[in-house]
């Protein structure tokens, strides 16, 4: 079975402070491929990055950045020096040999001005 | 347009009746998904469309719920005799080929509220 876990539910930060937000995932697939989203209050979901199972390296692209362990089965998405237009509900998402993808339950990101 | 275009963008109806939710997909687009978001959580995949085929669609909750893409491009998700608890948003996403490693692009959803 597929699943997605992000634990916080809710984060508040000040702007300009780094926030991270976390994904632990399960498949029994070996090839696998990892995303995250955002989903800003107009409700349309943003891709923002993918990984895939057998590439471990961390990426970062401007103020974001992407951590992905197997070993301990985690995908962990990092914004530093965050903005207010960051304020959003992120989600990550688990996708394998079925075509859909199975995401996580969010966690919304609140940034203080 | 450039991206995914859903229609309507806000739908109420009382229950019993019958909707139908409409999805433009980016052009050129092979595959498509209808996924159901209820409030405060993860969107739930519905529905898969390659082209005009629909290979699966295990995660329509019941019969009352149907798709279609005739053509290959437009798709409509109809849900028959509406029930309260199929209040939520409707999102439908397109990817540009059937790879599965290939990111899928989202509408902004139906938000559908059955009275």
């Known amino acids: 079975a597929q699943k997605v876990t992000q634990a916080q539910t809710e984060i508040s930060v000040v702007e300009k402070e780094d926030v991270t937000l976390d994904c632990v995932y399960e498949t029994r697939d070996t090839t696998y491929y990892l995303f995250w989203y955002k989903q800003p209050p107009s409700g349309e979901l943003v891709f923002l990055i993918r990984?895939?199972?057998?590439?471990?390296q961390n990426e970062i692209s401007g103020r974001y950045s992407w951590n992905f362990q197997k070993s301990t089965s985690s995908f962990n998405f990092t914004i530093t020096a965050s903005q207010v237009v960051d304020s959003a509900v992120y989600f990550c998402a688990l996708g394998t040999g079925a075509n859909n993808l199975f995401f996580g339950t969010g966690t919304r990101l609140t940034v203080i001005p | 347009g450039a991206g995914v275009s859903q229609s309507p963008r806000y739908k109420v109806a009382k229950r019993g009746q019958d909707v139908a939710l409409r999805c433009d997909p980016i052009?050129?687009?092979?595959?498509l998904f209808w996924y159901q978001q209820a409030l405060g959580q993860g969107p739930e995949f519905l529905t898969y469309?390659?082209?005009?085929?629909?290979?699966?669609k295990s995660g329509l909750p019941s019969d009352r719920f149907f798709a279609e893409r005739p053509e290959g491009s437009v798709s409509t998700l109809k849900i028959q005799r509406t029930q309260q608890e199929d209040s939520a948003v409707y999102l439908c996403?397109?990817?540009?080929?059937?790879?599965?490693?290939?990111?899928?692009?989202f509408g902004d959803g139906t938000r559908l509220s059955i009275l």
């Open positions: 052009s050129g687009h092979v595959s």
């Open positions: 996403a397109s990817r540009r080929t059937a790879a599965v490693n290939q990111p899928q692009h």
């Open positions: 469309f390659q082209n005009e085929a629909q290979l699966d």
């Open positions: 990984r895939n199972s057998f590439d471990e």
